[in-house]
């Protein structure tokens, strides 16, 4: 019965643990009405790649506790989605119009546009699926757009600490989750004997997170120039305020 039981437990903690790990860096947020630090392509490669394993299941039946992760990362994302897109930061691309992207993918102003292309999106896997969801060579690749896509989640929060030279806005409680969650994952995988590209994408994330860890130690959390000059701003803005009223 105990391995019963730690199988179980195990199954609980893949579906629930992911998507929680993102509740007190949503809260953070909130709390200080600023999304500074935090990668929203984060939610992009997350959105994706939950949309795209969902597909994946369709043609291969791995684990159900893997499929409810992915349902319930969906919804926590656009959640946190809504709230990075209300709380941006000022010297973002679309607060200063402006985006070096094509079409500006992932930094439109408002939140409808992101959701009409995920609606976009989902579509266009559905229609391919009726094509090619037959074949398990499709359904071989699209398992690994999905792992590889997820993979690369801790890339762009890499990438924005090395800009920054600093972890400021990016909790201490997400950097465990992802390190912690991917460990766990990775063993999962192994010992439930999921498919290759499990695997082989469990492997790659978790070295980057490795990295992260390192900037952690190597940068801290100290505030970059980005954020002390919003702070100047919005005292500029008390004292004017202030001003007027006296």
Not at 114 to 143: D, K, M, P, T, W
Request: charged share 15%.
């Amino acid at each position: 019965m105990a391995p019963e039981w730690l199988s179980t437990l195990a199954s609980v903690g893949m579906a629930v643990g992911p998507p929680l790990v993102y509740a007190d860096q949503a809260i953070s947020i909130v709390r200080k009405k600023d999304a500074t630090g935090f990668s929203r392509d984060v939610c992009a490669i997350l959105l994706l790649a939950n949309i795209t394993r969902c597909f994946f299941w369709l043609g291969e039946h791995f684990e159900l506790a893997l499929l409810v992760q992915s349902m319930l990362m969906i919804l926590a994302q656009l959640a946190l989605l809504y709230i990075c897109i209300l709380y941006r930061p000022r010297l973002s691309p679309e607060a200063m119009l402006g985006s070096s992207r094509p079409f500006g993918f992932w930094q439109w102003p408002t939140y409808t546009q992101h959701v009409e292309f995920l609606a976009g999106f989902i579509l266009l896997q559905a229609i391919l699926f009726l094509i090619f969801g037959r074949s398990n060579f499709y359904i071989g690749v699209l398992g690994f757009v999905a792992l590889g896509l997820e993979s690369t989640l801790p890339i762009p929060q890499l990438i924005s600490n090395y800009k920054q030279r600093s972890l400021y806005g990016f909790r201490m409680s997400t950097l465990l989750g992802w390190f912690g969650g991917d460990l766990f994952k990775t063993i999962y995988f192994f010992v439930q004997g999921s498919p290759l590209q499990f695997k082989v994408c469990a492997i790659f994330q978790l070295s980057i997170d490795c990295a992260i860890v390192a900037q952690r130690i190597l940068y801290g959390n100290t505030p970059p120039m980005s954020a002390i000059m919003n702070e100047d701003d919005d005292l500029e803005e008390a004292l004017a305020l202030a001003d007027e009223q006296h």
